[in-house]
């Protein structure tokens, strides 16, 4: 019977993680307002001398994919001149363009798929739910070639996704150097496990049969 009972328990116990796909920026129509990017997610623009603005999805001529950006553009760059000294402490303003990814509930994994015309690698800075800078994560493009082929003939891309063992509250995110680009996301929220009824109702009968062994 104790047996019984222990295995509908497990039957009724929830996962402590989901994991959510990525969104494309592709998925939207150009020059729509990305800002609330999903029920977890606040995405927003961020230039270092202007400040932080709303999200919209942005064109390429050259690229194959549309990109989040901001209503002037899409490029990021600079992030290890500008966002970095920023991180260290600097007060003087710096510039730099960058991807902002604030999370309601905190996540414990984060994905993007990048491009780029010249290959340089993305930071993504990653920020405690206290706003505590925790780490920096690099990432680095693959050479694609165009199809089908264009002017350029060669661009850069590549798909990342990241786990982590604390709780993540804020990510900013670009190229730390020339223009790159960000045309999907992947963001997973952190789901803490609550007791239903039903396990509740199992440990009680479980320590009312013990207390009549007993």
């Known amino acids: 019977m104790i047996k019984h009972i222990a295995l509908t328990a497990l039957l009724f116990l929830s996962s402590s993680n989901t994991f959510a796909s990525f969104i494309y920026a592709d998925d939207f129509i150009v020059g729509s307002d990305t800002t609330q990017l ?92 206290f706003g505590n800078f925790v780490e920096e994560l690099g990432a680095y493009l693959s050479t694609t070639y165009m199809q089908p082929a264009t002017n350029e003939g060669i661009y850069f891309d590549g798909s990342f996704n990241w786990d982590f063992d604390y709780d993540v509250g804020q990510i900013k995110l670009g190229s730390n150097s020339a223009a790159g680009y960000v045309y999907a996301l992947d963001v997973t929220q952190v789901q803490v496990p609550e007791p239903s009824p039903i396990i509740l109702l199992a440990i009680g009968l479980l320590c009312i049969l013990k207390f009549r062994r007993s």
């Open 38 to 129: 999903a029920d977890n997610v606040t995405l927003s623009w961020l230039n270092g001398e202007n400040g932080l603005s709303g999200s919209s999805v942005n064109s390429n001529a050259i690229l194959p994919h549309q990109h989040f950006g901001g209503s002037s553009g899409a490029a990021t760059w600079e992030l290890r001149s500008g966002l970095w000294p920023e991180i260290l402490g600097s007060s003087q303003p710096h510039s730099y363009q960058a991807l902002q990814i604030d999370f309601d509930a905190p996540v414990r994994s984060f994905g993007m798929k990048i491009e780029s015309l010249n290959g340089d690698g993305f930071g993504v800075y990653v920020f405690d739910t």
